[in-house]
């Protein structure tokens, strides 16, 4: 999953970035409104994380123009204002979830797991296909209740397809959706996930279809 932090503070938006590429997520990172702004119009994000109080562009402006050009991704408020009304403010303007500072990054990632998964229609924290099963909260992966082994980009690549079970995902949503903005985007790294995945969790996993994309269906339902 692939995220966007608008956040000026110096310490803290490398420091958010880190945390959360600790915990699995691709992250680009902007400390500015503008630039918070071209990014989230031009690239594609499972979820952003957006500071109010932004210099250049404010954040309620920036999640203005956002939805109004129709980027409909999850965005998670983050400031230090605590009033009700910039809340109210926030939510108004299309946030889906608001979080004061200072803040626990515990509760910062467990808000965005909701988000990401709420966006995508699943309402547990546990992803499940056939006899796979993805605990989004703990970041383990079983077959068949035993424990599997997962690099943390296979992880990136499985997560998102059980995110979007069912879907045809090209090779460029992948990518899009789990590298962040630097990557190499004519690598042919996802071919070699996608044939390390099949080999940890059985052949029929994820279904390659031709000069589309990939699919990853619950072979149960």
């Known amino acids: 999953m692939r995220i966007l932090i608008v956040e000026d503070e110096p310490t803290l938006g490398p420091q958010l970035k880190a945390t959360l590429e600790g915990a699995g997520y691709a992250v ?42 129709k980027r409909n991704f999850p965005v998670l408020v983050l400031t230090a204002r605590d009033s009700w009304s910039d809340k109210v403010a926030g939510l108004d303007a299309g946030a889906d979830d608001y979080l004061a500072k200072p803040f626990q990054t515990e509760e910062l990632i467990a808000r965005l797991r909701a988000l990401i998964r709420r966006a995508a229609g699943n309402a547990s924290s546990e992803l499940i296909a056939g006899d796979v099963r993805l605990d989004t909260r703990s970041g383990r992966v079983t077959l068949a209740g035993e424990p599997v082994k997962l690099t943390a980009q296979e992880y990136k690549l499985l997560s998102y397809l059980l995110h979007h079970k069912g879907k045809v995902v090209s090779r460029t949503e992948l990518i899009e959706h789990i590298y962040d903005q630097d990557f190499d985007r004519d690598s042919n790294t996802i071919e070699v996930f996608v044939t390390r995945i099949r080999k940890k969790l059985g052949a029929d996993i994820i279904t390659t279809i031709r000069g589309l994309g990939y699919q990853l269906d619950d072979p149960q339902g």
């Open 28 to 69: 680009d990172l902007a400390t500015d409104g503008e630039d918070g702004h071209f990014l989230g119009a031009t690239e594609n994000y499972d979820a952003a994380i957006l500071d109010l109080g932004l210099p250049e562009i404010d954040g309620l402006t920036v999640l203005d123009r956002w939805r109004r050009e």
